[in-house]
């Protein structure tokens, strides 16, 4: 039976991991945790928000998800929109989810976010 979500992971190209910590860290304010030495070694990055975890894996033919991604619960979404788009991340609103506030971003290498709060 299925209990929780544990993780979500999106991909990202080599080399990428300096931008992402400066999104996922400093942007989207959420805090890096340390990878086992074994998957540490393949490159890529983990960050946690309270219960929220998102995985970066190194994919070498790496194309960013433009339809999948996401879908992260907030509090204060327009501060938290207000906050991205004070340090450069895009933020586009979408009203078609009744019964929500909700806007998209992208991180630095073109991967989908999803941002929403229950009205």
Not at 41 to 62: K, P, S, T, Y
Request: charged share 25%; aromatic share 8%; hydrophobic share 45%.
């Amino acid at each position: 039976m299925l209990l929780a979500v544990d993780h979500v992971q999106l991909a990202a190209p080599p080399g990428a991991e300096d931008e992402l910590r400066a999104y996922y860290a400093d942007v989207l304010g959420m805090t890096e945790i340390p990878k086992p030495p074994a998957l540490a070694a393949r490159g890529g990055c983990w960050f946690q928000a309270g219960a929220v975890r998102l995985h970066l894996g190194v994919e070498d033919a790496f194309r960013p998800a433009k339809k999948a991604h996401p879908g992260l619960r907030v509090t204060r979404i327009e501060a938290y929109a207000a906050r991205l788009s004070a340090k450069g991340a895009p933020v586009t609103w979408d009203d078609n989810l009744p019964g929500h506030l909700r806007f998209y971003s992208e991180d630095p290498v073109g991967n989908r976010l999803e941002f929403l709060q229950p009205r």
